[in-house]
C-alpha cells in the first residue's frame, strides 16, 4: 500500500504576473501548493505567514531579471532568511552561459530558459524535489 505525501509546497517569485499565473496553473494541476510573489516585499510577506513559519516551502523557482533585486539577489537574502533553504530553480529569459554558471555556482538546483514548457517546468520540479527528498 502506497502512503499519500502531503502536498509539496512551491514559492514563485517572478515580477511578470503572466509568467506567475501559467506556472502557478501549470504547477496546481499536477497537484502542488503554489504561492506567489511578484516582488521581495511579497516574498517577505510569504515568508512571514504563520503556514510557511511553520511547514516552509519545499522548492522556490526564482527569476533573475526584476526590477528592484535580482534573482541572485532575492536568493541570496533568502539564505539569510530561510532555515533550511528550500532548492532553487532559476527561470530566465537569459541564456547566456556566464549567467547559467553563476546560478550554479551560488547554488541552484536547475535553471530554465523562459520561455519555457509545462513539460520542462515539470520535469525540473520533479526532478529537483526528488533529489532534496533522498
Known amino acids: 500500500m502506497k502512503i499519500a505525501q502531503k502536498p509539496r509546497k512551491i514559492l514563485i517569485v517572478d515580477d511578470d504576473t503572466d509568467t506567475v499565473g501559467l ?3 501549470v504547477l496546481q494541476r499536477r497537484g502542488y501548493l503554489v504561492n506567489t510573489a511578484t ?3 511579497e516574498v517577505t510577506e ?4 504563520p503556514e510557511t513559519e511553520k511547514q516552509g516551502f519545499d522548492l522556490i ?10 534573482g541572485f539577489d532575492v536568493y541570496n537574502a533568502l539564505l539569510i ?6 532548492p532553487v530553480i532559476f527561470l530566465s529569459a537569459k541564456s547566456s552561459m556566464e549567467t547559467m554558471v553563476q546560478a550554479q555556482e551560488i547554488g541552484a538546483a ?7 514548457t509545462p513539460d520542462k517546468l515539470i520535469a525540473a520540479v520533479e526532478s529537483v524535489l526528488q533529489k532534496s527528498s533522498s
Not at 110 to 116: A, D, G, S
Open 23 to 25: 506556472l502557478k496553473l
Open 39 to 41: 516582488c521581495w516585499e
Open 46 to 49: 510569504r515568508l512571514r505567514s
Open 61 to 70: 523557482i526564482l527569476d533573475v531579471m526584476m526590477p528592484e533585486r535580482s
Open 81 to 86: 532568511a530561510m532555515h533550511p533553504m528550500p
Open 110 to 116: 536547475k535553471y530554465l530558459v523562459k520561455p519555457t
